[in-house]
């Protein structure tokens, strides 16, 4: 039907499936919410234009998709909670709305950081009387800059590799950090997947076996994880 899917719908309707028990529909309602047309403003009739999937508008929100997953996985239902996965963090407008969201504004500072770097180094060439304020002001602007830019890599390698939030779903290796980070809430939905399908007790992990668990091992596989990596597992440090 032509009715429009605003956010507060769709979280209206998520709640409401979850507390039915009834979630085998939410993924999907995230495809309709992430595919059909939107409505033009101010067309009598009303007239749709297409909507892209993988725009960042189309993304699913993040409390959203954790009612549906913690739905899923209270289903008992694993295909039911993959679907959910791809249909929410997996979808490429899940990312890009994380990118607009919180890697947009830390790279706009710093783009204009060399400015601002550049104007207070001509400052403080002011304060000084043993160089012309030229040389000064060059010399304080390499220097601030390189600390900047430092502490600045530094802070993301240690964003990009942190691990301490990992339990059964790890990385593969040779991810690149960028889309480590892009995924990582794709990555904490697995793990949630695995633990609540796994053995709870930690030295019985890796013991587990069945079409299912296999099949969910391939999953993480084929998507750039491992699942139980074998070095990270308790007692084999």
Same mark, same amino acid.
């Given at each position: 039907?032509?009715? *429009? ?20 529909? $939410?993924?999907?309602? *995230?495809? #309709? ?25 189309? @993304? ?8 549906? #997953?913690?739905? /899923?996985? @209270? ?10 996965? &791809? ?5 490429? @407008?899940?990312?890009?709305?994380? *990118? +607009? ?5 830390? $790279? ?11 104007? +207070?180094?001509?400052? +403080? ?15 304080? *602007? /390499?220097?601030? $800059? ?35 980070? $892009?995924? &990582? ?25 069945? &079409? ?26």
């Amino acid at each position: 039907p032509p009715v *429009f899917v605003t956010p507060a719908i769709l979280e209206a309707y998520t709640t409401t499936q979850s507390l039915l028990v009834r979630p085998s529909t $939410l993924p999907e309602a *995230f495809t #309709l919410y992430a595919s059909k047309p939107v409505p033009k403003p101010s067309t009598s009739p009303v007239t749709y234009k297409p909507q892209s999937p993988s725009a960042a508008s189309a @993304a699913i929100p993040t409390p959203v998709a954790d009612v549906a #997953l913690n739905a /899923a996985i @209270a289903s008992k239902s694993l295909p039911l909670a993959l679907d959910v996965i &791809e249909t929410t963090y997996r979808a490429p @407008a899940f990312r890009r709305a994380k *990118f +607009l969201r919180r890697a947009l504004p830390p $790279l706009t500072g710093a783009a204009l950081a060399p400015l601002a770097v550049y104007t +207070l180094a001509g400052q +403080l060439a002011q304060y000084q009387s043993t160089m012309d304020p030229g040389t000064a002001t060059a010399m304080a *602007f /390499a220097g601030m $800059l390189t600390y900047v830019a430092a502490t600045a890599t530094i802070g993301v390698v240690a964003v990009t590799t942190a691990n301490d939030q990992m339990d059964r779903v790890t990385w593969a290796m040779g991810m690149p950090l960028r889309e480590r980070w $892009l995924r &990582e809430e794709e990555r904490g939905a697995v793990d949630r997947v695995a633990g609540a399908w796994g053995f709870k007790e930690p030295w019985r992990r890796g013991e587990e076996e069945g &079409e299912e668990w296999e099949g969910l091992r391939e999953w993480v596989g084929v998507r750039g994880m491992v699942l139980d990596k074998v070095a990270l597992m308790e007692g084999m440090e």
